[in-house]
């Protein structure tokens, strides 16, 4: 008969500790010659259709990288007060992952809110145009801001063409100033003007820059009415203000004013109470009278050319030391700023009477015909009485 008992004794297992020095993981730290230096992104303008959500704010855009070399352009998704949107930003490698789970956006056309940025107060820069925007001359040529002298004839309001008679800035390379860029559906590029500056809406309104939205009409220098198709923000070196007689110019085809408010409103408020029925482009208009009737009937352009001095920013001394005035007025007690304020706009009152009548040789007939009417008739009163 075979056993009955099993061995006593099986047979030993195999160890199954695993060994104590697990070979060494490659180091994670990028490459030492990583570019250090700043770079740019490729010129893409993203224009409007690259809108994300508000839910991807500080994810990745799935619209794919831009190679740079060692750096990459990758699409982030960036949100600012009147837009978000997709721009590009340089990074050094690529991201290894996307938001998980997220679908490339194809968003309805965005309807932007009306973007705030904040109007410049005080100091005087940032009211003006950029140095690429464009204006129509009367010999039909298109030319920069930057090209421009005074006694150059542009086209204002109606079809007309005035002269530029002073510059109430002109800097082509010191001041990097925010510009807000206006496209509509049919002018001509895309003008750039400070959120301050002012333009013309449907029905001759004037409104400031930084009020603008999508799908707002405003006015084309033919007089017609266009619509706002794009909106951004941008910034570049230069800011150009041109005075004409009329205190309106056409810009890429819009038209806008010469002047620029430095209050949150484009109406004159001489406290947070006390707001006038007067805009910063009629205030500019009758501000501008002495120097107009300087330019035009006393010096001539070429003298006024000759004469025009420009701070160290371009600001015009026409405009440096009024803007200083009406800052530290603006500062002082409610009475004292109503008071002073009806004193000297009622003088530029009777000074830009003045000068409509000596504009307009037909106004000085039809004035002295007025006055003789009404002193016959004060005569006539007297002897009834």
Known sequence: NPPTNPPTNPPTNPPTNPPTNPPTNPPTNPPTNAPTIPFECPDRDPGMQSYCPPELQGLLCNEGLWP?????CARECVSEVWETRCEDVPVLRPPTSVAPNVAPVTAAPFT????TAAPTTGGGSGLCFSTETTVERDDGSMVAMKELHIG?????????????????????????????QIQTTSSEGKLEMTPNHLLFQEGNQ??????????????????????ITGLKTIQRTGIIAPFTASGTIATNGILSSSFATIQ???????????????????????????????????????????SERYNEEGMSQWVETPMHLWNWLLQQHVLVVGTLFSMAFSFLCLVHVLEIILL????????????????????RINKLT
């Open 264 to 306: 949150k409103s484009q109406y004159v408020s001489l406290s947070d109470k006390w707001v006038l029925p007067l805009t910063y482009h009629q205030l500019g208009l009758v501000f501008e009278s002495p120097h107009r009737l300087w330019c035009h009937h006393w010096r001539g352009l070429d003298e006024c050319a000759r």
């Open 206 to 227: 004037v409104v400031m820059a930084s009020s603008l939205k999508i799908g707002d009409k405003v006015v084309l220098a033919s007089g017609e009415e266009d619509t």
């Open 152 to 180: 150059d004839r542009v086209r204002v309001a109606n079809g007309k063409y005035e002269p530029i008679y002073s510059f109430g800035h002109f800097d082509t390379s010191v001041v990097k100033t925010e510009f807000v």
């Open 112 to 115: 932007a809110a009306p973007f």
């Open 68 to 72: 740079g070399g060692d750096i990459f």
């Open 360 to 379: 307009n040789p037909g106004y000085a007939v039809l004035s002295l015909l007025l006055v003789s009417l009404v002193a016959a008739r004060r005569r």
